[in-house]
């Protein structure tokens, strides 16, 4: 089975502060996506990347930023933390683009 | 845990029913599709997915149907169980824009024992 772990089930951060984020994938795969989960607003994507040290903005990447260094890692980092970066973080990873994503059990942040 | 999402469409099934959860896709372009079942607390988990050559495949107790010509999408799971119980999501993949996942809003399912 595909295991996604991130480091962190939750996590309380001060604003101003830089805060790391990581994610580690076990099964080889090409590519590695950040998303954040908010109630009503659903699932939507931060950045992601298709290689080692590839990497691609998504729909809401003001804030943040990320690093991919080896394959099977893949770091979310928020620069200067601010209250509205409280959410759920998921990461995911796929083979490829048409096969499916598989996540982690997610970080639940609060910044204070 | 938190709920994944405020005033989400909830599906209440008696336990041994079957449900049928539903969603609508907007992008003609959208070749794959996937099925997610979240828990509370935890991360989408991959149910079943279908390319847009088919418009039926089955799992073990989940169908998904696809019909391209209304841009509708189905989870069908036989004889739902409490374990069931959980939020649903939809996500499609473009054929032009093949990493990028766009999901559904979700639907609760509410197992009745």
């Known amino acids: 089975d595909v295991k996604v772990t991130q480091s962190s089930r939750y996590l309380v951060k001060r604003t101003g502060e830089k805060v790391f984020l990581e994610c580690v994938q076990d099964?080889?795969?090409?590519?590695m996506f950040w998303y954040r989960q908010d109630p009503g607003l659903g699932l939507r994507l931060i950045y992601f990347?298709?290689?080692?040290?590839?990497?691609e903005k998504g729909d809401i990447p003001e804030g943040y930023s990320v690093s991919r260094e080896k394959k099977e890692r893949f770091s979310l980092i928020l620069e200067s933390a601010s209250t509205n970066q409280t959410s759920m973080y998921l990461c995911?990873?796929?083979?490829?683009?048409?096969?499916?994503?598989?996540f982690g059990d997610g970080t639940r942040l609060s910044i204070l | 845990g938190e709920s994944v999402g405020l005033h989400l469409p909830t599906l209440s099934v008696q336990e041994g029913d079957n449900s049928i959860i539903n969603c609508a896709y907007s992008?003609?372009?959208?070749?794959?599709f996937i099925w997610y079942k979240q828990e509370s607390g935890k991360g989408p988990q991959f149910i079943i997915d279908?390319?847009?050559?088919?418009d039926k495949r089955q799992g073990q107790r989940v169908t998904v149907l696809l019909n391209k010509t209304v841009k509708h999408l189905s989870l069908q799971i036989a004889a739902t169980q409490p374990g069931d119980s959980a939020v649903y999501f939809c996500?499609?993949?473009?054929?032009?824009?093949?990493?990028?996942?766009?999901f559904g809003s979700g639907t609760r399912l509410l197992v009745r024992p």
């Open positions: 995911a990873s796929s083979f490829s683009g048409n096969q499916p994503q598989h």
């Open positions: 099964m080889d795969h090409e590519n």
């Open positions: 990347s298709y290689d080692v040290k590839m990497k």
């Open positions: 992008n003609s372009a959208s070749d794959y």
């Open positions: 279908i390319r847009s050559n088919m």
């Open positions: 996500a499609e993949i473009a054929r032009d824009s093949s990493y990028k996942l766009i």
